[in-house]
């Protein structure tokens, strides 16, 4: 029996219920994976991980773009569009303390942002779109990224390969624990913020605690900029303006009694457009300029530009939103707002149209409740459940055989 959607005739297959059945698979994996987390840019054995679970399916033409990371085809031989999902698979410098039973077995080493989650829903994905390869056209791409956490980040690198050559689309989602488990939020247009850092140093002159005088005291100097720098937003920015300036990192002195010869402060820039990039760039510069001067010291300045906003497009977020409905039901979906974290898909989004969604992994019932890149962080996997569900709705409708 077929059905029509967007007036395309496709099977009548309930995506939830194909979830489901993919559902403990995908748990197992995500554990598996949390168990044994790698920092960006080292994701060799769960590369390796990645790239045997998707040889286990048959039927996918698998490539390593880069040393650690992996991309899955699943060419249908009807012509048609190519549509790429992105999932990455990196951790980060955390000690977990999440008390887990599958807690990560690598000392300072965690998955404290969901991407063993990611990870997992994709290769669920991938296995239930193959079960529906008859019922397709064009290609699907399956991406396994990594180093998103790390500036360049990796998509640049899986562009520069070649993975998103003739990519029609691309849609990737993020399990995020401030959204409570059960609900989906689809913006569209600008939605993450453009994440740069800066470092700054503070240049005195060091000496003896007990005769300040004959220094020139970097630490005192510092504080004096933490403070100015929050000008850079309350009186240099337009209140309608979203633009974040963050000092998050001090480092300086080694004891009691000595004053320092430099400080070093660092933090970050979150913006969604250039010009309020630049703009905030040059204040700062100005304004230590202008503090260390004041007081007799130097400094030196260094500012990162991190990736680019992530912008939906606004088409393309229809139809996701349009197959959440379909799959999780109307209630499921969401309004989310812009937030200012950043994200290397935002890379993608230059080279095709491009959503990334957010699935709700937060809940008391679980303990799910603590932030992203936090020692406590985990997810309520049901969301993993959701996520799959979604992905393979939004491939049904945009690869559904004529």
Not at 108 to 118: I, K, Y
Not at 262 to 267: M, Y
Not at 311 to 316: A, G, V
Request: hydrophobic share 45%; with cysteine.
């Amino acid at each position: 029996m077929l059905v029509r959607w967007n007036g395309v005739a496709a099977p009548t297959v309930d995506p939830r219920s194909l979830a489901g059945a993919a559902f403990a698979d995908a748990v197992s994996w995500r554990r598996e994976l949390h168990r044994r987390p790698e920092l960006s840019f080292q994701e060799h054995e769960t590369a390796r991980f990645v790239e045997e679970t998707l040889g286990s399916f048959g039927g996918l033409e698998l490539s390593r773009p880069t040393e650690t990371s992996v991309m899955a085809r699943l060419v249908t031989g009807r012509a048609g569009p190519v549509l790429a999902l992105r999932a990455d698979i990196d951790a980060l410098p955390i000690t977990e303390e999440s008390g887990l039973p599958f807690a990560s077995e690598r000392e300072g080493v965690m998955h404290a942002c969901g991407h063993d989650g990611h990870t997992a829903e994709l290769l669920a994905v991938a296995r239930l779109l193959l079960g529906l390869r008859d019922s397709l056209r064009g290609e699907v791409r399956f991406i396994f990224q990594h180093a998103e956490e790390l500036l360049p980040g990796g998509a640049r690198d899986l562009i520069a390969a070649g993975a998103l050559a003739d990519v029609d689309a691309i849609v990737g989602c993020h399990l995020i624990t401030p959204l409570d488990v059960g609900k989906v939020g689809v913006p569209s247009g600008p939605f993450m913020a453009s994440p740069d850092t800066f470092s700054i140093v503070i240049e005195g002159r060091g000496g003896h605690a007990a005769f300040p005088h004959e220094s020139v005291d970097p630490i005192a100097i510092a504080a004096q900029v933490v403070v100015a720098l929050q000008h850079v937003v309350a009186r240099e920015t337009d209140p309608n303006e979203r633009l974040v300036v963050t000092v998050s990192r001090i480092s300086g002195g080694s004891a009691d009694n000595i004053i320092p010869e430099s400080v070093e402060l660092g933090g970050t820039v979150r913006t969604f457009n250039t010009e309020a990039r630049e703009r905030a760039r040059t204040a700062i510069e100005r304004i230590v300029a202008g503090v260390t001067q004041a007081h007799a010291a130097g400094y030196r300045f260094d500012y990162v530009e991190g990736y680019l906003p992530v912008d939906n497009d606004p088409e393309l977020a229809t139809r996701v939103a349009a197959a959440v409905e379909r799959a999780l039901g109307a209630d499921a979906l969401t309004e989310i707002a812009p937030i200012m974290g950043g994200d290397d898909f935002s890379a993608y989004q230059r080279e095709a149209p491009g959503v990334y969604f957010m699935v709700g992994a937060g809940s008391d019932e679980t303990g799910a409740t603590f932030p992203h890149h936090h020692p406590r962080f985990t997810i309520d996997e049901r969301a993993m459940e959701n996520a799959i569900a979604v992905f393979v709705e939004v491939a049904r409708d945009l690869l559904a055989r004529e």
